[in-house]
């Protein structure tokens, strides 16, 4: 007796799912509300309480699925989905997670799989020349002596985490893992950048009042980190006795795209590393950095070279779906003595050998899915071109889009476009009620409050779905143009409804 799935019944119930995932996005996912539409709790109502005693027919359950679940997903692969930043997808990443699947490995050490970790850092390598990175990421198989490589990982936020680690066990030379820290290490990031830093950092245990948030130039209009401030913050620090041994800087921030000036932040870091411990330079390109798979955007990473350690998101603008954060160091000692911790039950004669990598000791969890190869079949099916061919297309529709908000009377960009994010609102209105009073713009409150009325409506409406920040005070739509399946003619259907519903506010 097996209560196991037939080898038959698997081909046939994977056949139904395949169609079901290839109708989804053929044509389904455009019709669907993009944002889902259900109350808190629903969901659950319609669920039994508890487990069932017997097995059930997979049929049942996907038509459960598509009935009971379906409703409460916001589809983030609408060619109508604008918020946040995009997350990527593509039949051939699909079908690579598939296989991965399927092999159901753990990838913990080489020697658990060894083409888990083989194909990963050849990726990694070819992850460094798709987006012409420096040289020092590269790994020891394709830049003799590296001391350097890259790792996947499965998220940014887990990527910082494991620089800021990396950062902590060299600026304290292994102490802060042994003994404890002393309260003196200090972070700094911008005030724009994503919040998984600040999570990071409590998470390493380095404490949220050692955190500096340095101001942005907002009178620029790009949001990017102010290095004057950045190095007068690092100055009073050490002064004070503290030890500065983190900077982020950011490649594309969430709320507006902005690009940390790399090569003055990088400078800092140097001239503190020449009188005492270097401030470890970690890049965040979370998104953006995919664009510099074209060479027109690569400017983005100027002045990478002097980073530690960079990570970009191939799950956000790269066709991969989620998850795969490709992470580089330069040195990749300080994060495997950082991380590594070997019990008896691990141990093996490769890696006593010293000859492979074991990618547990580049992250937190010991085990890990076998994600290079989704990463694999993108880059293969697509090619560099193709690739490109996808992120330039964003980056005009992104741009058509700037040009009509601001060639429209009511609208106005909060920030110059960056690549395929922009960010826009209506503009104050003329509320002056007679001619003494000429030029009387209404309030920024009862501004903030029209965009926010916009964009609720807009994403009640279900045909779009944009999101929202706050820059400088004012209260901000942004869209980001990033799905697979958006083109222009999408993008000019959402400027219309904006149009539309705007003026009517
Ligand atoms: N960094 C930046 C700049 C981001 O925009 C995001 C998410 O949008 C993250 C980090 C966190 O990404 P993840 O979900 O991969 O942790």
Redesign the pocket.
Known sequence: MSFHMSPEEFLRQSQAVMQWIADYHDHRVTELPVLSQVESGEIRASLPPDPPQHGEDFATMLADFDQKILPGITHWQSPNFYA??PTGVSGPSLLGEFLSAGLAIQGMLWTTSPACTDLEAHMMDWVVKLLDLPEHYLSPLSRPGSSGGGVIQ???????LCAILAARERATAGRFNEEGGDGRLVAYTSNQ?????EKDVKVAGIGRKNLRLIPVDEHAENFAMDPIALRDQMVADRAAGKVPFFVSA?????SSGAVDPLPEIGAICEEFGASGVKPWLHV?????GTAAVCPEFRGIHRGLKLADSY?F?P??WMLVN??C?CMFVKDRAALVSALSVTPEYLRNSASDAGEVIDYRDWQVPLGRRFRALKLWFVLRHYGVEGLQFYIRRHVEAAAQFAGWVEADPHFELVTPRSLNLVCFRLKPRDIASDASEAGKLEDEPAVNARNEALMKELNASGQIYLSHTKLAGKYTLRLCVGQAQTEIEHVRKAWELIQTVGRGL
């Open positions: 946040y930043f499965d998220s940014a936020s887990s990527a910082s950048a994503h919040s998984s830093i950011t490649v594309g921030t969430t965040d390109g979370a998104m953006m990570l998101n799950h956000k989620f998850d954060t």
